[in-house]
C-alpha cells in the first residue's frame, strides 16, 4: 500500500522491497497510472535541480489519484550514495504505520 519511487534500478537495490523506479527522470502516462493506484507513494529522485523539478511534476500528475504523495529530497546525491542511516529512515516509510 506504500512506495518509493527512484530514478533507477540501483536506488531501488539500495532502499530495497517496495521501492520502484522510472529509469530516469522523463516518466510515462503508464507509470503515472501504476504508481499512482499505490495509495502512499513517496518520490525520491536525485537532488540536482532539473530531478527536482521532475519531481515536483510527478507528485503534480499524481496528486490526480486519491491517496497521498510526498517528495523526499535526500542529504546525499541519491539513495544509492545515502549513508545507512538514511536508508533506514527510507525503509521506516515503507512500513505500516
Known amino acids: ?4 519511487v527512484s530514478e533507477g534500478p540501483f ?10 523506479c522510472t529509469f530516469g527522470t522523463a516518466f510515462k502516462v503508464q507509470q503515472e497510472a501504476i504508481i ?3 495509495p502512499v507513494r513517496y518520490i525520491c529522485y536525485d537532488g540536482n535541480e532539473e530531478a527536482q ?11 490526480a489519484f486519491p491517496g497521498k504523495t510526498a517528495n523526499i529530497v535526500l542529504d546525499a546525491k ?5 549513508r545507512p542511516k538514511e536508508l533506514r529512515q527510507l525503509r521506516a516509510l515503507l512500513r505500516r504505520p
Request: aromatic letters at 4%; a positive charge.
Open 11 to 20: 536506488d531501488v537495490w539500495a532502499i530495497g522491497p517496495g521501492a520502484v
Open 53 to 63: 523539478k521532475r519531481a515536483k511534476k510527478l507528485c503534480q500528475h499524481l496528486a
Open 1 to 4: 500500500d506504500r512506495t518509493i
Open 36 to 38: 499512482g493506484s499505490i
Open 78 to 82: 541519491d539513495p544509492a550514495e545515502s
